[in-house]
């Protein structure tokens, strides 16, 4: 199962920017694409995604060196490479890096070809790709625990400029029995959802990640039109579908208080908190990501305190995917739950050591999409193979976010009786 050839090139995500994919081949004739997500509120703390900074060709985004890096550096001494090595192939373009955040050949270059080893590996196996990732977490194939998919329905933030402060309002359909009906109950309610706009004047325009983006008058008002879809949909609020929020505190953090522009105040820290405080008494919410600013780890300690017991407390910006900052947060007390995103972090088994590391600590993982994202549905595979239990993967519309969708479904009536839905720990 040797590799072959490597042969890399600039593709453009669902943003309309350039990104890297990759061809792999193998000797035995194995032959598969991969291609690289990348956000838009990044964490400061993540690893490069390079990019070539030249002001005339994609503005500046084109992806021309991490691609030059894969073709001209790391290929050639990648070529004749056992593709079942998952962890060698990763440390060898760790070393041939040799930075702390992947500057020198782009996290984006040296993901591209982690994944691209993931799926030839299991080709040239005849293993489906999800049975595959789960033998390198060293998990049971007997059983696969589908995860429940939080849904973007509603857009503010960077996501959809004009909206709420907040970036995300999402669906969470914790009573569902499978992802066949999880699927089915999110695009019921995102459907609903944009009947209730309509009825009212607002615009049904969608934002990066297919959530409705609307002007709304606060960032509370996203929160009760979702309890209005809910119930048009015909579901129960707090039973079946639960809330969850990411506010991505860190882009209207500024001067050590919190900006809602919209509503027109400035909040320290404890004022944060308490208004989650507030909102988790009022609504169904059971997860709140980024509620705080990406430094702000006594605020993050503060929050797990007050509501950690019935909340899901997510780290995102905050760890970035990072086994160095994981373990920073457990010391601290500083969460219960980690965002996994395979581009924050750079490649396959540094992601696999940051879910272990967090599992160790009794936290929940939820795998993630980015906002540019791209056809490439790995991380569907990725999420069943890995066990966590949670997906994070936009909403029911836009087909870079439908197809991840769309996999996890395949997947499931692929098991059969193999397949088994996860089930939420924190109830409300």
Sequence with gaps: MTIKSINAQEILDSRGNPTVAVVLRLADGTEVFSAVPSGASTGIYEALELRDE???????????????????????????????????????????????????????????????????????????????IAELFGNSTEEFTMPIPMSNVLNGGKHALGGADMQEFMI???????????????????????????????????????????????NEAPLDLILEAIAAAGYKAGEQICIALDPASSEFYADGLYDLKMEGRKLNSQEMVELYKVWTQKYPIVSIEDGLSQDDWDGFAMMEKEIGSKVQIMGDDL???????????????????????????????ETIAAIKLAQSAGWTCIVSHRSGETEDAFIADFVVGAGTGQIKTGSMCRSERVAKYNRLMMIERELGSKAKMASFPYKR
């Design 54 to 132: 030249d002001n005339g060709r994609y503005l500046g985004k084109g992806v021309l060196k991490a691609v030059a890096n894969i073709n001209d550096v790391i290929a050639p001494k990648l070529v004749g490479m056992d593709v079942t090595k998952q962890a060698e192939i990763d440390q060898m373009m760790l070393d041939l890096d040799g930075t702390k955040g992947k500057s020198k050949l782009g996290a984006n270059a040296i993901l591209a070809i982690s994944m691209a080893c993931v799926k030839a590996a299991a080709l040239s196996k005849k293993m489906p790709l999800y049975a595959y």
């Design 319 to 349: 760890f970035v995917t990072n086994p160095e900052r994981i373990q920073t947060g457990i010391e601290k007390n500083a969460a219960n739950s980690v965002l996994i995103k395979l581009n924050q972090i750079g490649s396959v088994s």
């Design 172 to 218: 969470f359909p914790v009573g569902a029995p499978s992802i066949v009906e999880a699927v089915r109950w999110n695009a019921e309610i995102f459907h609903n959802l944009g009947k209730l706009l309509k009825k009212r004047g607002f615009q049904q325009t969608v934002g990066d990640e297919g959530g409705y983006a609307p002007k709304l008058d606060s």
